[in-house]
Structure formats: structure tokens, C-alpha cells
């Protein structure tokens, strides 16, 4: 490694490793759950101690954790009905019932809600990064194999491979979205939901994520097989002929050879094959699926706040960074342009 190389790894090290150590500096002074509820009026607090010798709850305590923050929201039912919120920052704690507090609640809320924080893994961001993650793992691996195809010497198939290509890549991704999951079951009679237990109480959005997958991964394929057909044809011609003249085979000049260089190539096409995904897989709101925007458009419905699209935009913006720098270290690293 050279020496500006271990420099500015060993920069980015600290940045990192401090940007840690605040976080954990403000994670520990943060305020508890049981601190926060004392912060409560007198009123509350006797219907919260009332609760905890009844079986009948008067009080519906909402919390949110978001590492170094935290938010509680109380509102009680019955004649009288009271509703305080806090907010818990750098040990110290805040009403939330108006201004900026709470603003700041609202917002903590909403992140906390769009994330999937104590869901399970088909809600908010998990959902987002997962369907994107898979959707590139097979659109690769389709892409691959219609590269193969569009550029191979047998007609048929290098022109079914095109046609492939053309078609997923001439018609909109929320269109093909629809026909996979409304017009496929409709054809062939059966429903998504059908491909997993009655029992299991997520069949309906399981079923809804699976066909997602598969309309995105259709969809991501004919890209990701023009980032492979190019990559491959990059390749110098004359390692084929050495290929041949070594006597190896057509198959065996791809995989030994070919392909294990384009890889290096098609990093940088794919790394933003990866991010144009991840922003569109906002679209799955159009089949219900509990995405970022899903979840946004649920939440101001409810309450009639438009703020909540704030920290949507915030949230895909932090982990379009993340994969980003990901990328990027990825592209500079393991890529043949440097």
C-alpha cells in the first residue's frame, strides 16, 4: 500500500472512530425511558401508577429510540383526556408539546417509524435496502446470462436476448411492477399470498415483496446485461485468439478468463445500477409494500403532517451516502480506472 494510500485510509480511520465515540458519548447521556416518564405532570403520573395495579390501561405510552435521542408520547382515554410528549437529549430532557421540541419529537417519531424500529423485516428501511440488495444479486447474475446470450453466434438466442433487453429496458418499471403483481395471478389464477401459510400473518406483504423481487430483478437484468455485454466486449480480442491457440474452449476462455476481467470493469456500472434501484424501489408504495414511502404517505394521511416526508427524504439520503462511500471505496479499490 502506498504511503498517500495508509494516510488517507488512516484519516478516514479517525473521522470514523470519532464520529463513533460522539455517538456513544451521546447514547450514554441520554435520558432513560423511566426518566422521561417522571418528567410527567402529577395527573399523568397517577393515571400511569393506576395502570400498573389495573388490567384496564388509561394510558398509551408511545416510545421511540433512535440511539442518541429518544421520544415518549403519553395520551389517556376517559372524560378528562391528557396528552404530554418529550423528547431526551444530552442528559437532558424537553417538553414536546409545542415549538421546536416539538417539531423535533415529530420528527423522531416519524424516523423512528419509517426505519421498522421494532418491526420485523419486511417494514421501512430494512425493506428498502433488502428488496434492493437482492434485486442487484439477481439482476447480475440475469444480466450475465443475457450478456452471454445477446453476443453469442447462435441467431435465436442472441436475438431472444435482445428482445429481452428492448422490452425490459423500453417499458416503465411501475408498469411491469403491476403486470407481475396484478395481471400474472390474474392470468394463471392464483395470488401471491398463496406462496406462503395462511397462518403466517405477513403472507399478504410477503407475497407483495415477492413479487416485487421478481419484477425488479426482471427489470435490473436487461441493464445489468448491457453493463456485462459491454464490459466483456472491452476486453481486448486478442485474448480470445490465445485462448483458442492454448486450446482452451469457448466456456472455458469466458470463465477463466473473460468474464473474472470484466468484472473489474463493471464495477463502477454497477455501483450505480445499485443506487438507481434504491431510489426506485419507492415505487413499491403503488402495491402497499411498508417502504420509506409507504410508511410516509401512511403517517400524514393519520395525522395530517407533511413533515413527515422531511426525514423520507433525510433517511434515503443517509443510505444513498452510505452505499455511496461504499461504492466508491469498492470502484477505487478492486476497479481496473484508477
Request: proline share 2%; aromatic share 12%; with cysteine.
Amino acid at each position: 500500500m502506498k504511503k498517500t494510500d495508509l494516510k488517507k485510509y488512516s484519516k478516514q480511520l479517525i473521522i470514523t472512530g470519532v464520529i463513533v465515540l460522539v455517538c456513544i458519548i451521546l447514547a450514554i447521556l441520554k435520558p432513560g425511558r423511566e426518566e422521561l416518564l417522571r418528567r410527567t405532570s402529577p395527573e399523568m403520573q397517577t393515571l400511569i401508577d393506576a395502570d400498573a395495579n389495573s388490567s384496564r390501561k388509561r394510558v398509551t405510552v408511545t416510545y421511540n429510540d433512535l440511539l442518541i435521542v429518544n421520544y415518549v408520547s403519553l395520551s389517556s382515554s376517559g372524560a378528562n383526556v391528557l396528552s404530554e410528549r418529550y423528547v431526551g437529549f444530552l442528559g437532558q430532557t424537553w417538553s414536546a408539546d409545542e415549538g421546536a421540541a416539538k417539531i423535533a419529537g415529530q420528527m423522531i417519531n416519524y424516523t423512528y417509524r419509517m426505519l421498522g424500529c421494532g418491526e420485523n423485516l419486511m417494514h421501512g428501511a430494512k425493506l428498502t435496502v433488502l428488496l434492493t440488495t437482492l434485486t442487484v444479486f439477481f439482476g447480475v447474475i440475469l444480466g450475465t446470462i443475457l450478456a452471454l446470450g445477446k453476443i453469442s453466434k447462435r441467431k435465436l438466442l442472441s436475438r431472444l436476448s435482445s428482445a429481452y433487453i428492448f422490452f425490459f429496458r423500453g417499458t416503465p418499471l411501475l408498469i411491469q411492477m403491476f403486470v407481475v403483481y396484478f395481471t400474472v395471478p390474474g392470468i394463471f389464477g392464483f395470488a401471491w399470498r398463496d406462496l406462503f401459510p395462511a397462518s403466517d400473518a405477513e403472507a399478504v406483504y410477503k407475497g407483495a415483496f415477492t413479487a416485487a423481487l421478481i419484477a425488479f430483478a426482471l427489470n435490473s437484468g436487461a441493464y445489468c446485461a448491457e453493463i456485462v455485454r459491454s464490459a466483456i466486449q472491452s476486453i481486448d480480442k486478442g485474448q480470445f485468439e490465445a485462448a483458442k491457440a492454448l486450446g482452451m474452449s469457448y466456456a472455458q476462455t469466458m470463465t477463466r478468463i473473460i468474464i473474472p476481467q470484466s468484472i473489474r470493469r463493471m464495477i463502477p456500472n454497477v455501483s450505480n445500477e445499485f443506487i438507481m434501484i434504491l431510489k426506485d424501489a419507492s415505487l413499491v408504495f403503488a402495491i402497499s409494500l411498508m417502504d420509506i414511502t409507504t410508511i410516509s404517505k401512511n403517517i400524514m394521511t393519520s395525522e395530517g403532517s407533511y413533515l413527515v416526508f422531511l426525514p423520507a427524504l433525510i433517511i434515503y439520503l443517509v443510505i444513498t451516502a452510505f452505499f455511496g462511500v461504499l461504492f466508491n471505496w469498492i470502484e477505487k479499490r478492486f476497479s481496473i480506472y484508477e
